[in-house]
């Protein structure tokens, strides 16, 4: 039986959790013995770090143990009570004989918790997939899905997922041999999955397994490979040739002669874009009827632009009229016609966090795992150093220069070279993951997503899951609107280096910033600093 205290904390714990990650099975609070091992077993596995889906279906496993406990009559965990009810499950028709193997990992996790007081998160034994279901393909379709499938084991796909995608295919060779087809085409994967949609059987997530196990044939078949997520549809084309040609050489040269970021282009391609597509809407196709009103338009008629957005619009346009008056496409500069946006300074002020939060913060890391590992390093990178996600997602092998403790890379966001000095802490975090939880693959980039095929983290992500999620395990809790991004642990080391009278200098340097200005807006709280400068109420004299 737990302390008063620790059941306190731990349904604290269990609470704070099970409405974040399970809001569809919600426990009731514990109050027999039974229901108290659950909040355990509960919180050390989300404290050894299992995965969302993992946790997500224990709970489910272990709400259904409550529910047949409380028909029993039973209000403790014993191994009789486990094989007791591993009987009645397998005695159950309506329960596949795939769920048994979860069903026994629930029930062994509450044994685990209850004889040992923690959960030991062993991996289980990796299955290693049989034979190939298609090592004797016939039909040109056959042969694909062959080539497919054995890419997919040579990536080290699991066993499961890979049994999953051959029940798939499978099917869709059964259905191609019905409509006498042989080969693949865009109009049979269609017409395929139309037929299953119509399937009042089929559930939302079988039909989301099916389109995504027919989009790695297609691309598979056009590209010789497939990405791990679907990509973006691609950016809708101009029907005037005018403005296609004119946007695709500024580009060109925004992207040559400029070299402007990478962040910076794809705005001008957006932007532009969107300038252009609002031209053609208002039944404009060259650049004689522009006018000051029409550009005024576009820039006041999106209300769902934010002034900062507002303002990155206009400085693309404005670099995109100024490009067409020099090279003589249009008779007149359009650029003086835009509007200026005034922001102001800023006035929200960046989170900081307290030494204890960050203590917290790495406490809740579990570092046994190989995820562990990999998402201690980066917190470190981005708290010790001050680097930015970006940087830290595209931060390559051959960036780490072990002979000098040093990072030698280029920032992702501006293009500049940078040196950072590698602290012990830090760099024995990245050996860790490097040695005993990095996946082997033949990308250069340190940090990998740990499920099959294992490629560095995409273009667009952030990093933020990783630290909200370990906060929230913290206990951390920001007000509501509150940044706490990862950019957050970059505000955090700034601000601890000024509390330490490190020179703004030498702050700007290792931040990567060419401008002070830049770096004083990181700097903008020192709460000890001002604590000892605040007034005293009772020391204030008023002249009458």
């Known amino acids: 039986m737990l302390e008063e205290t620790a059941v306190v904390a731990t349904v604290d714990l269990y609470y704070r959790e099970a409405t974040r990650m399970c809001a569809k099975y919600p426990f009731p609070p514990p109050l027999t013995p039974l229901e108290e091992l659950i909040a355990q077993a509960y919180q ?39 094989e007791e009810y591993l009987a009645m499950v397998q005695q159950q028709p309506a329960v596949p004989a795939s769920h048994v193997p979860s069903i026994k990992h629930a029930l062994q996790v ?136 004119a946007r695709e050489r500024f580009l060109q040269y925004w992207q040559i002669e400029r070299q402007v970021a990478r962040n910076t282009y794809q705005y001008g391609r957006r932007y532009t874009l969107q300038f252009l597509q609002y031209l053609e809407a208002a039944h404009i196709k060259d650049w004689s009827p522009l006018s000051a009103s029409i550009i005024g ?52 002020l960046p989170v900081i966090w307290t030494a ?59 293009g500049r070279h940078v040196v950072l000095p590698l602290p012990t802490e830090v760099g024995e975090a990245v050996i860790a993951y490097l040695r005993e939880g990095r996946p082997q693959s033949h990308h250069r980039e340190v940090f990998l997503c740990h499920t099959a095929p294992f490629a560095p983290f995409g273009h667009e992500n952030r990093l933020h899951r990783i630290l909200n999620d370990y906060r929230e395990r913290a206990g951390i809790y920001w007000k509501p609107g509150q940044a706490h991004g990862m950019h957050s642990l970059r505000h955090t080391f700034a601000t601890h280096m000024q509390a330490a009278t490190v020179p703004l200098e030498t702050i700007a340097s290792l931040l990567g910033h060419q401008c002070l200005e830049s770096t004083r807006i990181y700097t903008q709280i020192d709460l000890t600093a001002l604590r000892q400068v605040a007034l005293d109420p009772e020391e204030v004299t008023y002249d009458r």
């Open 110 to 245: 509450l044994g685990e918790v209850q004889q040992h007081g923690h959960w030991d998160p062993r991996p289980l034994p990796r299955r290693v997939a049989s034979s190939s279901p298609f090592s004797a393909p016939s039909t040109p379709l056959e042969t694909l899905i062959a080539q497919v499938y054995q890419q997919m084991v040579s990536q080290g796909y699991r066993a499961a997922t890979l049994a999953q995608e051959a029940g798939r295919w499978q099917r869709f060779i059964t259905f191609a041999d019905a409509q006498g087809i042989d080969i693949l085409s865009p109009s049979l994967a269609t017409t395929y999955v139309t037929l299953c949609r119509e399937d009042p059987m089929m559930t939302r997530s079988q039909l989301k397994g099916i389109k995504r196990a027919l989009r790695r044939l297609l691309e598979f078949a056009e590209c010789g490979t497939w990405q791990r997520f679907p990509a973006r549809s691609q950016e809708t084309s101009l029907n005037s040739t005018t403005f296609t040609a």
């Open 44 to 82: 050390a596995m989300v404290a050894n770090g299992s995965g969302y889906h993992t946790v997500y279906e224990t709970c489910r496993y272990w709400r259904r143990i409550m529910e047949y406990a409380t028909q029993h009559a039973v209000s403790t965990f014993s191994s009789t009570f486990a």
């Open 356 to 414: 204890e939060e960050l203590t917290a913060l790495f406490a809740a890391v579990e570092r046994t795992s190989a995820v562990g590992k990999r998402d201690y390093a980066i917190l470190l990178l981005a708290c010790r150093l001050g680097m930015r996600a970006s940087d830290i997602r595209t931060l390559c092998l051959e960036d780490i220069h072990w002979e000098h403790t040093r990072l030698d890379f280029t920032q992702e966001k501006t």
């Open 297 to 348: 338009c576009f820039v006041s008629d999106n209300p769902n632009w934010s002034p900062g957005t507002r303002q990155v619009v206009i400085s693309t346009l404005r670099s995109f009229f100024r490009y067409l008056f020099i090279h003589g496409e249009v008779g007149r500069d359009w650029s003086c016609c835009l509007p200026t946006v005034h922001r102001g300074p800023k006035r929200k």
